[in-house]
Nanobody, 121 residues
Framework: QVQLVESGGGLVQPGGSLRLSCAAS????????MAWYRQVLGKQRELVAA???????NYADFVKGRFTISRDNAENTAYLQMNSLKPEDTAVYYC???????????????WGQGTQVTVSS
């Protein structure tokens, strides 16, 4: 069984910073890509940032220059450093991991439970 647990969300003023963490645990052979998505009530979940196992990153245009994704392969953990936060960044942020639970198994996608980020004065 695989679990992804996010932490680090909360309330922050516009212009402030937060750092989200996503720790994966359980029966894991290897984690390939990890990513952060966000969702506002009534809207589709959207990709924020993604990172491959070897560190290649991809960002949505609306966070480029403000957010940084990173990961620690030894700890099966991903991070999202969010700077210069805006009210429109308010959403539930979800961690996603594409991983294999055995050397012979196919990639499967797993999701965390989400963490609320609220940007407001």
């Amino acid at each position: 069984q695989v679990q992804l647990v996010e932490s680090g969300g909360g309330l922050v003023q516009p212009g402030g910073s937060l750092r989200l963490s996503c720790a994966a645990s359980g029966s894991i052979f290897v984690i390939n890509a990890m990513a952060w998505y966000r969702q506002v009530l009534g809207k589709q979940r959207e990709l924020v940032a993604a990172i491959t196992r070897d560190g290649r990153t991809n960002y949505a245009d609306f966070v480029k220059g403000r957010f940084t994704i990173s990961r620690d392969n030894a700890e099966n953990t991903a991070y999202l450093q969010m700077n210069s936060l805006k009210p429109e960044d308010t959403a539930v942020y979800y961690c996603n991991a594409e991983l294999r639970i055995r050397s012979w198994s196919a990639n499967s996608a797993y999701w965390g439970q989400g963490t609320q980020v609220t940007v407001s004065s």
